[in-house]
Each structure stands twice: as C-alpha cells, then as structure tokens.
C-alpha cells in the first residue's frame, strides 16, 4: 500500500507465496539447504513457477527504476493488518465480495444503461469492502464509497482509469495509495471526513482535476502536489491544521 510501484509481485502473487510456505506443493521451503531439497524433495520451485505464469502475479505498477535500498515506513499507524490474507475465509466477508461482485454484474448488464456511464455507489453495508479492485471495474466513470470506516484504499484503484468522479467521503482513510495519480481522467475528488495528514506526490498527475475537497482532515503543510492541478476550478480544505499557503499557489489561477 505504501510503496505500490517498487514490488514486483501484486496482492496474489504475495498470498500465493503464503500459501506455499505450508502446502508443500514446491520444494522452495522444504529443508534447510538445497542439497535437502534435492536429495529428499526432488519438487519443482516456486520461483520457477511464478516466472512462467507471471501474468498472473506481476504487479502492473511496478517500476523497476524505482528502487531504494531500505523501505521507510514514516507512520507506525498507517502499519495494518493483512486483510486479504487474514480474513479471506470470513464467510460474512465473502457474502459481502458476492453481493458486490452481483452490484457490479448488474450495472454492466443494464439494459437502459450505457455501464461506462454507471455509477458504482457502495455506503454503509460494505463495511469489509477491502478487496482489491481490479480491472473488471475499469468501466467504472463514477465511484462512491461513503461511510465505510476504512483506513486504506486498494492499490488496485489505479486500474480505474476511466474515472472521472471519486468520492471518498466519511471513511477513516489515513493514506492514499499513490496509484490515485493514474486515474488521469479524473476531475472531481472528495475525500473530506476522513484522518488524512498528506497527499502523495503522484497527485501532481491530475491535471485534469477540477474540483478537490478535503475539509475535515488532518493536514497540516500545504500538499504541494496541488500546485500542479492547473485545471482546479474548486479547493475546499477547511477544517484542517493548514497555517499558511506557500506563494506557488499563484500557479492556480482558474480557482474561483
């Protein structure tokens, strides 16, 4: 979540390495040593395996220019359990991911609908929503999630690419993932209500961006990603701890 472009492997990719370590399907984590594995385990490697079906595992933000030695993580709080690992089996959470997956299939589906026009509202009732969205919701132009009291967004939203309204409104999100900045297309972003102290700097991406709310947060500098929005015809960031905006926002003369 924190650092979506530098892993090579996506979600799956990291659940199907989990489970290897105790299905003893691959001899990768049998013995200690490779002459174990090889005199009492003659099994194929996992690593093997996952090169060659590596469309099935490869993370498609992942950008091998961007490597650091160390990964720094700057908040403890933003540290969260491994939902999709750890809950997978919830049988109230898997009824939740089958009723969203039959919301989904109906928007595509309506016959007085075109579905890339479909707006994909989710409030209240889906309170586990924290599977990893994907590209069967790259349709998706308008998406709303309200009121969930998540504190992280998938990754996987930056498949999303035909966006053009997101509102994340009343949530407990205390980061956004930087892959917000593909969604390109976007022009209209709510993420007030919710424990944000930052935003990431790809933000700067959203050039087409036309209205940004974000009261009620926990801001303290001026995200200076903002400057780059150009197109910003509306900036609502009261209810923050902002005490001064740096002279660049000049930059944003179309705001009224």
Same mark, same amino acid.
């Given at each position: 979540? #924190? ?21 003893? #399907? ?59 690992? #750890? ?22 589906? *309506? ?129 923050? *701890?902002? *005490?001064?905006?740096?002279? *660049? ?8």
């Amino acid at each position: 979540q #924190l650092y979506p472009f530098e892993f090579e492997f996506n979600e799956e990719g990291l659940l199907f390495i989990a489970d290897c370590d105790y299905n003893s #399907l691959f001899g990768t984590f049998l013995f200690d040593n490779e002459k174990g594995r090889l005199k009492h385990a003659p099994l194929p490697s996992l690593w093997s395996y996952m090169t060659s079906h590596s469309i099935l595992f490869a993370n498609t933000f992942y950008d091998k220019t961007m490597h650091r030695s160390y990964l720094e993580i700057e908040h403890l709080s933003r540290v969260a359990n491994w939902t999709r690992y #750890l809950l997978r089996w919830n049988w109230p959470l898997l009824q939740i991911y089958s009723a969203l997956d039959k919301r989904i299939e109906s928007i595509k589906q *309506s016959p007085n609908r075109d579905p890339s026009n479909g707006p994909l509202k989710l409030q209240h009732n889906f309170n586990y929503f924290t599977r990893e969205v994907d590209t069967k919701l790259s349709f998706l132009r308008s998406l709303t999630i309200s009121k969930y009291q998540v504190m992280y967004f998938p990754m996987g939203i930056g498949h999303l690419v035909n966006l053009t309204k997101l509102t994340l409104v009343s949530n407990r999100l205390v980061h956004l993932t930087p892959t917000l900045g593909r969604l390109t297309a976007l022009t209209f972003l709510d993420v007030s209500q919710n424990l944000l102290d930052t935003f990431p700097p790809s933000f700067a991406n959203l050039g087409k961006l036309r209205t940004l709310k974000m009261e009620d947060n926990r801001v303290v500098g001026f995200p200076s990603c903002i400057v780059m929005m150009t197109s910003l015809r509306e900036l609502q960031m009261a209810r923050n *701890s902002i *005490s001064h905006f740096p002279p *660049s926002m000049t930059s944003l003369g179309s705001l009224t």
